[in-house]
């Protein structure tokens, strides 16, 4: 099923404020990738006192973004949706410029004895190019935030709006989605992309927490989507029935794969993605 992806940002630009909405703003880092897309969209929620969103990579081309897009204003919390490196890592950075408390699910999991870079040569997917960070997407393990947040729960309030936390297990173990009431919004994070489907690697990312969650957002009346990656989703539930959809028909596909005898991972990579640029196979 195709999913009805929202128009292309790639003329977004860098280490600027963009008005999303009376209440939302965005400002997005350089570090385009092929998880990444355009950039890290890092949203600043509120007016005088606002909350922070995902504050990014660590760039100091993002840091002076950020810097003077909050200037004059109350930080008064500071939200990671999870700990991929390009999402927490300028965390720090941000308590130490403003002194506001971090919240999130929680920090990472530590799994015995896995090692996050696999045996899979990435130079295979185009031989022009190197093994690089933007082949793979790293963890920020020293992430740990100054409250736990609870599914359900609002976490923070200010005089124009409230935070809820949305848990959204299946991208990584501890993913948040955060709901604002005031303009019936919800931040996705990774869980769902304005661009491209979400990359789910076990042993952290987990695909049945992933379907669950997808329904669990899908059950919400959410009016828009600011995914983390990608433009606004302005239209949130047929495009979320598509994403779903897209997920478990893949997931068809490779059960039909393995039963004709197609049974290793390049193996079904190359034909279910035949015609998607070879760059992309690794983040498929």
């Not at 993002?62 to 008064?76: E, N």
């Not at 076990?202 to 009016?223: C, E, H, L, N």
């Not at 779903?244 to 004709?260: D, M, P, S, T």
Request: aromatic share 8%.
């Amino acid at each position: 099923m195709a999913i009805p992806f929202v128009p292309r940002i790639d003329n977004a630009p860098y280490a600027e404020i963009e008005q999303m909405s009376a209440l939302v703003q965005r400002v997005i880092a350089k570090n385009p990738s092929k998880f990444s897309y355009h950039g890290t969209g890092t949203y600043i929620v509120g007016t005088n006192e606002v909350v922070v969103i995902d504050p990014g990579p660590l760039l100091d081309s993002h840091k002076d973004a950020l810097a003077s897009a909050l200037q004059d204003r109350t930080v008064v919390g500071i939200v990671v949706t999870h700990c991929h490196s390009d999402h927490s890592p300028l965390t720090p950075w941000l308590v130490e410029l403003t002194g506001a408390p971090t919240y999130a699910i929680g920090p990472h999991r530590v799994y015995e004895g896995f090692v996050e870079e696999d045996d899979h040569d990435a130079s295979e997917d185009d031989p022009s190019e190197e093994k690089s960070d933007e082949e793979r997407e790293t963890t920020d393990m020293a992430f740990t935030p100054d409250i736990a947040v609870v599914d359900g729960a609002v976490f923070l309030t200010t005089s124009e709006f409230s935070l809820t936390a949305v848990a959204t297990p299946g991208h990584t173990s501890n993913h948040l989605c955060v709901a604002m009431d005031t303009e019936n919004a919800l931040f996705t994070g990774d869980h769902v992309m304005g661009w491209s489907t979400t990359v789910v690697s076990p042993p952290d990312g987990d695909m049945r927490a992933y379907f669950a969650s997808m329904q669990k957002v899908i059950d919400r009346t959410d009016g828009i989507l600011y995914p983390t990656h990608g433009g606004p989703i302005t239209d949130p539930q047929p495009f979320l029935r598509a994403y779903l959809a897209h997920r478990i028909e893949r997931e068809q596909n490779i059960v039909l794969q393995i039963a004709a005898g197609n049974n290793t991972i390049p193996g079904i990579v190359k034909v279910l993605y035949a015609t998607i640029d070879k760059r992309l196979h690794r983040p498929a």
